[in-house]
């Protein structure tokens, strides 16, 4: 690259695509023009984070014993099966705290259902099988899951923690099937260069009728 | 939040928040204002979908007595159609439907084939008589002809083909992976980011000064622009930069607010204001859509389902002679995006699954999860809005920003032309999810104003400094030359008079090209 092709991009931090530098991948380098301020990539604000090295820039509150209750709720909506493993054995928990402790008003309302509900789950388990969710076997944990899981038909006393447990349902099923495990779970197909792409093939075409 | 079309959208520092850089919503108003600060402006996030207006899209006062005529015709802006579709690379079908215009000098390229649902749309609508054909998008199905193009374009300008050539031939055809939303690393998409700005560097005729904030145009004793006063928001310093030619692009509502708050002895309104037009006629796009099951899609046989990840098909307005006689309780049309089908997972899959499940958990979510991917279609209306006199933007006298900008203030009303084009929209696409032999996801809503999106929320604020071919009703003449001082013009969409369903960008692009011409040959002729 030319210094004065590499003068005429300093101060383009905050656009600072990497593709802009066409002709050649590298990255100026502050040995090229010591004397030029250097290519400092992505301002590295929250709004122009450094998409090559995703970081989180906020700590990670749930607690240790929360995060138990978690993983057991986690597993409980997606256990491991015949074709991919369980939420908990691809970060699903992690996945989930880092979530709600985002410092977006959004969240932090999230936050707050999920310390509830999992505070609540915890509290229903001591009171019907005296242990907390975590050490529930499979069936004593479905029975209490069965009266949250699906809001519109949970009894009134239920309605708050059925709220809860369809967050921690999307929110596990985002964290799942996003992984490489969830994605081969449901058979997608795609995100390959193709030289061209062929549309449906014939199964699928005689699948709709369309053949 | 801080990325609000999510962590590895192409935009960085923008959004429908600006930190440190307010506006305000008149009572009564509701409008979102969305903005990029950075290079390439809006270009880096947009859904590459680049219709041409069509004839009756210039002329739409003539045709029912509302809204303004454009100063110029489509067939005046046709080459430059033409010629931006050449130069960024447009897939787009073949043949023209009524206001609905394709190249006639092979400036577009031939489109994908089409998905699944894509057919299945195309089966359902067919009956319904509604037409499903290639959508017009700005991605690359082939590569560029870099020998072809670059002399055609630019004829008796050897610099400008040779950079041209050069960035054609950098560019590769869609690969058919990595989304478009997150910039493309081989450029077969169009964002100026990657398709203009680089070869414009390559002339060594461009200055890129980045992180710098215009706050006002300054003039001469004898009203023509000197150029502008801006700020370093790096050293948060005034600096100015001289120009014998001043040309404001700063996305629609940014340029009128330059132009208000360029405020002198000569221009105390603003400059170019003496009408009180700027920031009048403020439009956006009419949104509405709704999203169904299709049963038909339920355990397809696993295939690539992403194409370019843009629209293949799409349904471009059809009921213009229905409008004519009088049958719709709206003016103007709307084109329909719809998509569906075995996506790569994101953020979201499976939100509402337990509606179509009963709630499950366990073992039998994910039996669920694998009946149910890939069958969901979603279908969105884009339609036009006429202008009115209580959608525009102003000056709020008692905000400014963090660079001491007075800031904008919007005022914002849908008329019934609109909220019941949004209720045609969603009764019609309930006819097809339902033809399709699926289920509406919820009750189908009769009341348009409930399920219009808000004003600015499809983020296609054009108009504001209108152009005409009267300088008491416009602003800028039909060359988007300001009528009042000869060396200042607009080339973003804030000269446009109506807002067709037509993605705005091509036309923006096009105009500006237009603009340039007309720059150049004024210069020649020592007009400015």
Avoid at chain 1, 159 to 166: E, G, L, N, T, V
Avoid at chain 2, 291 to 319: D, F, K, M, S, V
Avoid at chain 2, 488 to 496: H, Q, S, T
């Amino acid at each position: 690259m030319e210094r004065r092709d590499l003068l005429k991009r300093v101060g383009m931090t905050a656009a600072a695509l990497p593709i802009l530098s066409h002709g050649t991948s590298k990255v100026p380098t502050q040995s090229v023009a010591p004397q030029a301020p250097a290519w400092i990539g992505p301002a590295g604000t929250p709004s122009d984070p450094d998409l090559v090295r995703p970081k989180t820039p906020w700590e990670k509150v749930l607690t240790a014993s929360e995060m138990t209750t978690l993983t057991a709720l986690c597993d409980a909506i997606i256990p491991a099966d015949e074709k991919s493993p369980a939420a908990s054995q691809v970060g699903v928990p992690e996945f989930i705290n880092e979530w709600a402790s985002a410092p977006y008003d959004y969240q932090r309302g999230g936050l707050v259902q999920i310390r509830g509900g999992l505070a609540w789950l915890n509290t229903e388990a001591i009171r019907r099988f005296t242990k907390p969710f975590a050490q529930l076997s499979e069936s004593e944990r479905n029975l209490i899951c069965d009266d949250i899981c699906f809001e519109p038909k949970a009894k009134s006393e239920f309605k708050a923690a059925a709220k809860f447990f369809d967050l921690i349902r999307d929110l596990a099923a985002t964290g799942f099937y996003t992984t490489r495990e969830g994605m081969k779970d449901l058979q997608y197909i795609g995100n390959i260069p193709l030289q061209k792409f062929d549309g449906p093939p014939p199964a699928v075409l005689k699948h709709l009728g369309l053949a | 939040a801080d990325k609000p079309f999510g962590f590895y959208d192409a935009t960085v520092d923008g959004g429908w928040r600006v930190p440190g850089e307010p506006y305000t919503v008149a009572p009564g108003s509701d409008f979102m204002w969305w903005r990029a600060r950075m290079l390439g402006g809006r270009t880096n996030h947009w859904g590459r979908i680049a219709p041409r207006m069509g004839p009756y899209d210039f002329k739409p006062r003539s045709r029912d007595g509302l809204g303004v005529d454009w100063p110029l015709t489509y067939e005046e802006l046709e080459p430059y159609y033409d010629k931006t579709e050449a130069l960024i690379g447009v897939y787009a079908h073949d043949q023209s439907l009524e206001n609905t215009p394709v190249s006639r000098n092979g400036t577009q390229m031939a489109p994908p084939k089409p998905r699944a649902f894509d057919l299945l749309t195309k089966k359902t609508c067919g009956p319904l008589g509604i037409p499903v054909i290639p959508a017009p998008i700005a991605v690359l199905t082939q590569k560029q002809d870099a020998d072809r193009w670059p002399a055609k374009l630019f004829p008796g300008n050897p610099l400008a083909q040779r950079v041209v050539r050069d960035a054609m031939r950098e560019r590769q055809a869609c690969f058919y992976a990595t989304g478009c939303g997150r910039g493309c690393a081989i450029k077969a998409n169009f964002q100026s980011t990657t398709v203009l700005i680089p070869p414009a560097m390559a002339t060594n005729n461009l200055t890129v000064v980045t992180n710098a904030m215009v706050r006002e145009v300054t003039v001469d004793g004898r009203g023509r622009a000197t150029g502008v006063n801006y700020i370093d928001k790096t050293t948060r310093t005034d600096q100015h930069a001289r120009a014998r030619i001043v040309v404001l692009a700063a996305s629609a509502c940014e340029t009128s607010r330059i132009m208000l708050n360029s405020k002198s002895s000569l221009f105390p309104n603003g400059i170019s204001n003496g009408t009180g037009l700027v920031g009048k006629g403020l439009m956006d796009t009419v949104g509405a859509g709704i999203g169904g099951q299709i049963p038909a899609l339920e355990n397809l046989p696993p295939h690539n389902n992403e194409g370019t990840t843009r629209l293949h098909l799409y349904t471009p307005w059809w009921l213009y002679k229905e409008q004519a006689a009088g049958k719709l309780d709206f003016a103007r049309g709307y084109h329909v995006e719809f998509g569906g089908g075995r996506d790569m997972p994101d953020a979201g899959i499976f939100w509402g699954l337990e509606n179509y499940t009963n709630g499950a958990y366990g073992k039998r979510f994910k039996e669920e999860a694998r009946r149910y991917y890939g069958s969901f279609v979603y279908f969105d209306g884009r339609g036009e809005m006429i202008p009115n006199d209580d959608s525009y933007c102003d000056l709020d006298p008692t905000v400014v920003d963090q660079w001491g900008i007075p800031v904008l203030r919007f005022h914002w009303k849908w008329s019934s032309h609109e909220t019941n084009q949004a209720a045609h929209m969603v009764k019609t696409f309930a006819q097809i999810i339902e033809g399709m032999g699926g289920k509406v996801g919820g009750a189908v809503e009769k009341d348009g104003s409930k399920v219009i999106a808000k004003g600015g929320q499809i983020i296609h604020e054009v108009g504001t400094v209108r152009m005409g071919d009267n300088p008491r009703t416009s602003v800028l003449n039909a060359h988007c030359q300001s009528w009042d001082v000869k060396n200042l013009f607009v080339a973003d969409g804030a000269p446009f008079v109506s807002n067709a369903d037509k993605n705005p960008t091509i036309s923006i692009l096009a105009l500006a090209w237009r603009t340039t011409d007309h720059i150049l040959a004024e210069l020649k002729r020592g007009a400015i």
